[in-house]
């Protein structure tokens, strides 16, 4: 055997394995949904022979515009919002003592372990009408004793916020942490405020960090599913709600799959646009550095 | 004149009490008399008690880690090999195994879920454990070669063709140095594959079956049917056995990480 054959074998032997396993098992049904909504559905939770464009057509639902604009909304307020939190937080961490900035990481990573629903069910305790917030808030006379904490969409948009940060502050972190803070002292020595220190040297300075961020938390967002099942009513309902409401409740797959297709593509703009300016912006040297 | 601004350090602390609040106040409330934990109804262990002995927990937590096992193994193994592929050749065959192994981490859980739950009812599959741990093998994949990537690529790979030239074979260095040296990916790669599969919710209620509850799924029903107290207990050893698994992760990592000098 030549060496270069043996070389693609091993090649071969090494690659093989992950990606027949992903093309069967993820790529594969990624394009089912796509077929599967062509497909009618079988009255006993199935899916049905023959081929339709009723399914399709129940995309028409007058609910559905008013749950894709919800989903965008609340997902959109829940990025910047994290972000807007997260980035004085990578700044900090960065610009502390080793220790310190050990200790916050640390405490930072432990909810990222920590299970997704417990999290969220911790919420529905405090929020909970007899829970503690909603005493404390009556006991100083913010909220009347009928005020409902629970069910409604700033719940929803709460609870979101708690679980994406950590998925925020470590990527603004990573970038945080190869910014070099001179640049920052250089500008209030020439004259710069704090602030205008911060937003014109600090934030492009991190500009890849940010957009990996942006992306970490807006992606998950349009997917939410469990955050609104748990701590939303009715009129905070998201697009990953009603499909599994398709998928359990109706036993309609194929409508099911109809949404999914919508939701894939309610993401994979923000995406695409996302990859390209990363694409540049990690080509391009920063403006930070061409400062130097 | 100079001087910082203190904003950013009590933004910082703020949050991590804003992290830790809800938490704190679960783990209290899993020892309150009170059923609704809105006030301190006196010290109980009796949730505990009842957590016990709830034959379907034991059902749950059984699967879970039967699941968690299984994938946790499966995915090390076909994600450590992905991770060298990636690492060691270039070329349109690794681009395409990149974005395979790459996009399964920015796909939202849901769309995962449905589109398995999709590709085994069309092949007529019953759903069970079986297609659970099909799924957590899917996405632990891609954890684990990502876990294993990065320690490849800090890796000073002339090690390995100083050892070829000093005559050693290509089983020793790979089993004598390469394995050794990445040993802490792989670990950590594992480590996290068996964190996420016993914790994932969304992809397993998809594909799972009858009989095939696992504990975050018995956790989501008990959260819908609102037993709160024994959620509160049930939360509370798990986050304490997270806490140890962290820890202990802490210390491996600590451990083997390269001194920076």
Known sequence: ?????????????????????????????????????????????????????????????????????????????????????????????????????????????????????????????????????????????????????????????????????????????????????????????????????????????????????????????????????VVGGIDSQMIGNVIAQRTFVDRN???????????????????IYFLRVKKTADKSPTPAKEVV | MNKRSKLPGLLTWATLLFFYLPIILLVINSFNMSRTGGSWGGFTLKWYGQLFSAREIWHALRNTLIVAFISTAASTIIGTTAAFALHRYRGRIQDAHYFLVYTPLVVPEILLGISMLLFFVALKVNLGLTTIILAHITFCISYVAMAVLSRLQDFDLTILEAARDLGANSWTTTWSILIPVIFPGIMAGALLAFTLSIDDFVISFFVAGPGSTTLPIHIYSMIKRGSMPLINALSTILLAVTFLAILAYQIISRHNRPKED
């Open chain 1, 253 to 271: 797959l194929p409508a099911a799959s109809a949404l999914a297709a919508v939701l894939t593509l309610v993401m994979v703009i923000p995406l």
């Open chain 1, 1 to 229: 055997m030549t060496s270069s054959r043996r070389r693609l074998w091993a090649e071969c032997s090494l690659t093989a394995p992950s990606m027949l396993w992903l093309l069967v098992f993820f790529l594969l049904p990624t394009l089912i949904i796509l077929a599967i909504a062509f497909k009618p559905a079988d009255p006993s939770g199935g899916i049905a022979e023959g081929w339709t464009l009723q399914t399709l057509a129940s995309l028409r639902n007058p609910n559905y515009p008013e749950i894709i604009f919800r989903t965008v909304w609340l997902s959109a307020v829940t990025t910047f919002t994290t972000l807007a939190i997260a980035i004085p937080i990578a700044y900090y961490i960065a610009r502390s003592k080793p220790w310190k900035r050990d200790l916050i990481l640390f405490l930072t990573i432990i909810p990222f372990w920590t299970s997704f629903l417990i999290r969220i069910f911790a919420w529905k305790a405090v929020l909970h009408p007899d829970g503690i917030l909603k005493n404390i808030l009556v006991f100083c006379r913010l909220a009347s004793p009928d005020t409902l904490l629970l069910y409604r969409p700033e719940a929803v948009l709460l609870v979101m916020i708690y679980t994406e940060l950590p998925f925020a502050i470590l990527p603004l972190y990573a970038a945080a942490e190869k910014f070099d803070f001179s640049l920052i002292e250089a500008a209030m020595d020439l004259g710069a405020g704090r602030l205008r220190a911060f937003f014109s040297i600090f934030i492009p300075g991190i500009y890849s960090g940010l957009l990996s961020a942006c992306l970490m938390v807006l992606i998950p967002s349009i997917g939410s599913y469990v955050i609104p099942d």
